[in-house]
């Protein structure tokens, strides 16, 4: 089994919808994914309330700290594949992620340096509880909300920031997409988007598609626990 962990100190950079388009893509691509939801507000147990939810995918919410041990003992018991953790987006919260002891930590962050200080702040996080553990554990930054096709002179700055504190960056990026939003509010996936009319939703899926790819890649390239 994989475990992803997705950590923020800072709220709103973008975990739940990146956990939640991993989470798809994997089972799209047949495999089991149990997710744990340790957001006290509860925003990918609500997705999974709406319709059209795939059987290999699953929500278990751990509001509290207290409620962990519960929620994995359930996410387990449904034979997974990857487990995948979101997480609140505060120092505290973030936190969570040492309970998991995942494979690999991902931090989403808009192109902002007010969300690179954030970023290189989660990655001193991982670094330092791998230190304690004795054994690195992988992270790598996220770009998400990125304006397609745009590479801004402030993105790149925020780039050239992660890569001085030696912070990974994935190679691909999620753009903003309205298609990413919508599912929080329609449910299930992208093939219920494009049934609902919603636009852009092929641009949309090619995109989580390339995440998942890029996801993939990174974690074949660290220890399986
Ligand atoms: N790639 C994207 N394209 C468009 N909208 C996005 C994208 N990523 C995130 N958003 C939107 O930005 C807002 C914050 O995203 P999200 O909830 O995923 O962040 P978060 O880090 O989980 O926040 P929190 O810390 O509150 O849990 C949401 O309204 C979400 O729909
Ligand atoms: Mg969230």
């Known amino acids: 089994m994989h475990s992803v ?35 006290p507000n509860k925003p990918l147990v609500e997705w999974a309330r709406l319709p059209g939810r795939p059987d290999r995918l699953s929500v278990h919410p751990s509001p509290t700290l207290h409620d962990f041990v519960d929620a994995r003992r359930e996410a387990l018991r449904t034979h997974p594949d990857w487990m995948i953790l979101d997480t609140e987006g505060t120092e505290r919260g973030a936190m969570v992620f040492t309970a998991l002891r995942p494979d690999l930590v991902l931090t989403p962050l808009a192109g902002s ?27 790598s930054c996220l770009l998400t909300r990125i304006p397609a096709a745009i590479r801004s002179r402030t993105l790149k700055a925020v780039v050239d920031r992660l890569r001085a504190h030696e912070v990974q960056i994935l190679p691909t990026a999620l753009l903003e997409k309205e298609a990413f939003r919508a599912l929080f509010s329609a449910g299930a996936g992208f093939d219920a988007l494009e049934a609902a009319g919603v636009g852009g939703v092929a641009a949309a899926r090619s995109n989580a598609q390339a995440y998942v790819d890029a996801v993939l890649e990174f974690v074949q390239q660290t220890p399986v626990s």
């Open 5 to 39: 962990a997705f950590i923020s100190p800072k709220g709103g950079a973008g975990k739940t919808t990146a956990a939640l388009l991993l989470a798809l893509g994997l089972a799209e691509r047949g495999q089991r994914v149990a997710m744990i939801d340790s957001d």
């Open 113 to 139: 340096q007010l969300e690179a200080t954030q970023a290189i702040k989660a990655a001193e996080m991982v670094r330092n509880f791998g230190q304690r553990g004795g054994r690195p554990l992988p992270h």
